[in-house]
């Protein structure tokens, strides 16, 4: 099975932007569809952004028009551009993987097999 590792996570100002990187070993993202959720303390898992197998992404409301998801796959990585943060941003970030999974599903995380350990993104003014 595939190990997912997150990283570039921080504690930046509210306005500022970090970029994530999903990377896979052990296996690649091929036929995968990869999203990714966070989780805080005051919240539930909430799913933020997802990439299907065919490049196609699907955005979350409460971040469409500041992050964007995109991929490389010669180097199975999956990365998360967040922009314009604010502190409902905060929280763990985990990536995972969706086989076979089709556009609409993508925000379900019912239908991913594999998560990485996380990186914590605090915003704080």
């Known amino acids: 099975q595939v190990q997912l590792a997150e990283s570039g996570g921080g504690l930046v100002q509210p306005g500022a932007s970090l970029r994530l990187s999903c990377v896979a070993s052990g296996g690649t993202f091929s036929g995968n569809g990869v999203g990714w959720f966070r989780q805080s303390p005051a919240k539930e898992r909430e799913f933020v952004a997802g990439i299907n197998q065919s490049g196609s992404s699907n955005i979350a409301n409460a971040a469409k028009g500041r992050f964007a998801i995109s991929r490389d796959r010669a180097k199975n990585t999956v990365y998360l551009q967040m922009n314009n943060l604010n502190p409902d941003d905060t929280g763990v970030y985990y990536c995972?993987?969706?086989?076979?999974?089709?556009?609409?599903?993508?925000?379900?995380?019912?239908?991913?097999?594999?998560w990485g350990q996380g990186t914590q993104v605090t915003v704080s003014s």
């Open positions: 995972g993987t969706c086989p076979r999974c089709i556009w609409s599903s993508l925000p379900s995380a019912r239908y991913y097999d594999s």
